[in-house]
Structures are given as structure tokens and as C-alpha cells.
């Protein structure tokens, strides 16, 4: 997610409105930026995109040596941890979850897709249509690296549904999807320390969390942890 401290003049423009399978999701033009609502919350826009490529550059520099890991990236979003993974020739798989059709259609064609188009045409990506969490507990998949921005953290989470995602049972399941001395990257919009006791519980080493500072308020951060192996 990015948080947005847009001060553009006028009212948003809708672009599109659309009710998905967890209901209303819109897409929204505010002077130069595309914003994207999620029932009335809104969740990140194209304004910056500082901390999602640290997400992903944290995750690769945390990791060991290995040849053309395999990274997930959970959330497509506006596009900046895709088009940014997919700039980094060192990445071997690239595959995005997004559970929201809509999302998708955007980047693929629609107002999104200047963001993505280049990144869409890689060979190594990989779009998921699926919810995160339960794609979590029923992929055989396993990957190096799992980078994930579907909320607005550990803390702050846009459904319901999301925390599980973060608590004992979550990590678990992200734990088994990560190949030995993979690494766990979490975006969130504060620093949360009982998240990372979360983590340190779960199993997980070395855990840290890399902040990124805003033009107001807290700053995001990365959270990182490594699966023992």
C-alpha cells in the first residue's frame, strides 16, 4: 500500500466502479494520480512508490546467494513491487496474488497498465487470480521470497479476513511456503513490535523492520524475517 498526502485541487474523477467478490472497489483519477478505494477505504495510489520497491529490494538483499530466486508478491496494487521485481534481472519467478478481478483488468488494460504493461511482459511474471490468504494454506508452490502488501499492515488491515494472515497460524502457512533460508517481507504503514514478536514466535530469524519516512505522520516500514535453514 501507499499512503497519499495528495493536496491536487478539485474532486476525485471515478474512472470505475466495479462490485467484486469483497465488494465495492473503485479506481479514482486526483489530478496526476490513479487512486484505487476498497468499500470506502482508501488503499494506495500512484503517488510515490518509495516503499514498495523497498519491500522488494530489502527481501533480495536479505536473501543468501542463490541463482534466479523465486519471489510471490502478494498484492498487485497500483503495480510498483511488480514493475520494480521485474526490473531486477536477478529474479527468477515473479508471481503476483491479487484476489480483486478488477485490479487486474486495470493492468492488463486499462489506466494501470503504464504502470505494468512492461512488467505484464515478462516472461517470468505470473498473475494469480486468488485471496492471499487462503492461497497461502493450499499452494503447493514453494518460494525464496514472499513480499506482502494487502493491507495496510499487520495492525491496520482492509477485510476482516486479513489478520489471520498475521497471526501464529498465518506465519505458519507462509513459513511452509518459503524454501529454507527464505525470507518473509511485510509492508506495513507503521512499525509494529508486536508484530515482529509475532514473527520471532513463529519461528522465524533474524527478524528486523526497515523504516521508509513520509512527508507526515509515522513512517512505513518493512518488516523481515528469514526462514531457518
Known amino acids: 500500500m501507499t499512503t497519499s498526502y495528495d493536496v491536487s485541487p478539485g474532486s476525485?474523477?471515478?474512472?470505475?466502479?466495479?462490485?467484486?467478490?469483497?465488494?465495492?472497489?473503485v479506481l479514482r483519477r486526483h489530478g496526476g494520480?490513479?487512486?484505487?478505494?476498497?468499500?470506502?477505504?482508501?488503499?494506495?495510489?500512484?503517488?510515490?512508490g518509495r516503499s514498495e520497491r523497498l519491500l522488494v529490494?530489502?527481501?533480495?538483499?536479505?536473501?543468501?546467494?542463490?541463482?534466479?530466486?523465486?519471489?510471490?508478491?502478494?498484492?498487485?496494487?497500483?503495480?510498483?513491487?511488480l514493475a520494480h521485481a521485474a526490473a531486477e534481472p536477478r529474479w527468477g519467478r515473479i508471481a503476483?496474488?491479487?484476489?480483486?478481478?478488477?485490479?487486474?483488468?486495470?493492468?492488463?488494460?486499462?489506466?494501470?497498465?503504464?504502470?505494468?504493461?512492461?512488467?505484464?511482459?515478462?516472461?517470468?511474471?505470473?498473475?494469480?487470480?486468488?485471496?492471499l490468504v487462503a492461497y497461502v494454506?493450499?499452494?503447493?508452490d514453494t518460494y525464496d521470497v514472499l513480499c506482502?502488501?494487502?493491507d495496510n499492515g499487520p495492525e491496520w488491515t482492509v477485510t476482516e479476513g486479513n489478520e489471520s494472515l498475521y497471526s501464529g497460524t498465518g506465519l505458519a502457512a507462509c513459513k511452509r511456503l518459503l524454501r529454507p533460508g527464505g525470507v518473509l517481507a511485510v509492508w506495513s504503514a507503521r512499525p509494529s513490535a508486536d508484530f515482529a514478536g509475532t514473527?520471532?514466535?513463529?519461528?522465524?530469524?533474524?527478524?528486523?523492520?526497515?523504516?521508509i519516512p513520509v512527508a507526515r505522520g509515522v513512517p512505513d516500514a518493512v518488516h523481515l524475517a528469514v526462514r531457518p535453514g
Open 148 to 150: 506482502l502488501d494487502i
Open 96 to 131: 503476483v496474488v491479487e484476489r480483486e478481478p478488477a485490479i487486474i483488468d486495470w493492468h492488463r488494460s486499462g489506466p494501470l497498465a503504464e504502470l505494468s504493461a512492461r512488467a505484464l511482459a515478462d516472461p517470468r511474471t505470473e498473475i494469480v487470480e486468488a485471496d
Open 199 to 211: 514473527l520471532r514466535n513463529a519461528g522465524f530469524q533474524q527478524v528486523r523492520t526497515e523504516e
Open 12 to 25: 476525485p474523477e471515478v474512472i470505475d466502479r466495479r462490485e467484486g467478490p469483497y465488494g465495492e472497489v
Open 57 to 81: 529490494d530489502a527481501a533480495l538483499g536479505a536473501l543468501d546467494g542463490r541463482t534466479a530466486p523465486d519471489v510471490l508478491i502478494g498484492g498487485l496494487g497500483v503495480g510498483f513491487s
Open 33 to 48: 494520480l490513479l487512486q484505487i478505494i476498497a468499500n470506502g477505504c482508501f488503499l494506495m495510489d500512484t503517488s510515490d
Open 137 to 140: 494454506h493450499e499452494t503447493s
